[in-house]
């Protein structure tokens, strides 16, 4: 069974350009979570989505990020006109439902720099 | 927001040695989760405590939920290099999953 899968695993960008993370999840997983990691540091949440919508973004900002689950092919983490500061591990994480005793799957996360 | 501290933050031991981390929260969760973190790699989840007092054991890892479903710690008995990493634990609030801030554990040979 793959697990979940993220790519790239490493994303170089020049500030102003956009990126783009790509996150599958395992199979059978409709619910997917994105969460933000800097060095040493626990995640934080941005954005939970089901298939073809978006469940709770409160933790994206609201400028420059977005986010969608489409019916075929994978989750987009999308950054616009990136600066320094969105240096950071993005991970994306799935499970096949929203109850609270419901495990996350973690793929190996993006590693965004922004130079 | 629902804040879940996590002490210590660094602890750095010699294989063998027993430790315990904390994990800490004025909110009260349904259930608590554990990952294990290793460097390069999304958290791998280890165990989910769900009832007030439960104790849970995982081989030398013994997870424990207070009773008041605000906290949780894991023991672990004679560490060993491959118990290093960043320990997180996690709580469901609403629609997310808090994570707490961690405790990067390093176990020196």
């Not at chain 1, 060095?39 to 400028?63: A, H, R, T, W």
């Amino acid at each position: 069974n793959a697990g979940v899968m993220q790519n790239p695993r490493h994303l170089v960008r020049r500030r102003g350009q956009e990126a783009r993370l790509r996150c599958s999840p395992m199979k059978g997983h409709s619910h997917v979570y994105w969460y933000r990691q800097l060095p040493e540091e626990g995640l934080k949440f941005m954005v939970y989505l089901q298939k073809e919508n978006i469940i709770d973004e409160s933790g994206m900002p609201k400028e420059r990020f977005s986010a969608e689950f489409p019916k075929e092919g994978p989750s987009i983490l999308r950054i616009q006109q990136v600066v320094r500061g969105d240096s950071a591990a993005y991970f994306c994480a799935s499970s096949p439902r929203s109850g609270g005793n419901s495990p996350l799957h973690f793929g190996n996360g993006t590693r965004l720099t922004v130079t | 927001t629902q804040l879940l501290e996590q002490s210590p933050q660094f602890l750095s031991i010699q294989e063998g040695e027993n430790l315990t981390v904390y994990c800490n929260s004025s909110s009260v969760f349904s259930s608590l989760q554990w990952y294990r973190q290793e460097p390069g790699e999304g958290p791998v989840l280890l165990v989910t405590v769900v009832t007030g007092g439960e104790v849970k054991k995982l081989k030398r890892l013994t997870f424990q939920f207070g009773d008041a479903r605000k906290d949780s710690s894991l023991h672990i008995t004679a560490a060993q290099p491959g118990d290093t990493g960043l320990y997180l634990c996690a709580g469901k609030g609403g629609n997310q999953f808090y994570f707490g801030t961690g405790t990067s554990l390093t176990v020196i040979p």
